[in-house]
């Protein structure tokens, strides 16, 4: 999936739904059965196993981080409620 399409479903996610940054967030939310989907930058160091869609992003951490508004490195973006977004259907989709 293109950076683009990313970060404006990223932006959608940010304002209306509900995510998890970091690794050790998105182990707790796989545990609880929460996560919906992970999107892991590039040089994330660790990728939990999980039974949900993973989402390679195309760069590192600190674009990630941009892309949901941290002035910081994220490693794993957990989606918990996807909001207004479409980003599972087009996960799915493609």
Same mark, same amino acid.
């Given at each position: ?5 990313? =970060?404006? /479903?990223?932006? %959608? ?8 940054? &970091? ?5 707790? +939310? ?13 040089? =994330?160091? /660790?990728?939990? %196993? ?8 195309? &760069? ?5 981080? +941009? ?18 977004? %479409? ?8």
């Amino acid at each position: 999936m293109e950076k683009e399409i990313v =970060a404006r /479903e990223l932006k %959608k996610i940010m304002k209306s739904g509900k995510v998890y940054l &970091g690794i050790k967030q998105a182990r707790k +939310a796989i545990e609880k059965g929460e996560a919906k989907l992970l999107i892991v930058a590039s040089n =994330a160091l /660790e990728v939990p %196993k999980a039974d949900v869609p993973v989402l390679k992003f195309d &760069g590192d951490g600190f674009e990630l981080g +941009a892309m949901c508004g941290k002035p910081f490195s994220v490693s794993i973006v957990t989606i918990i409620s996807e909001g207004e977004s %479409k980003i599972l259907g087009m996960v799915k989709e493609g």
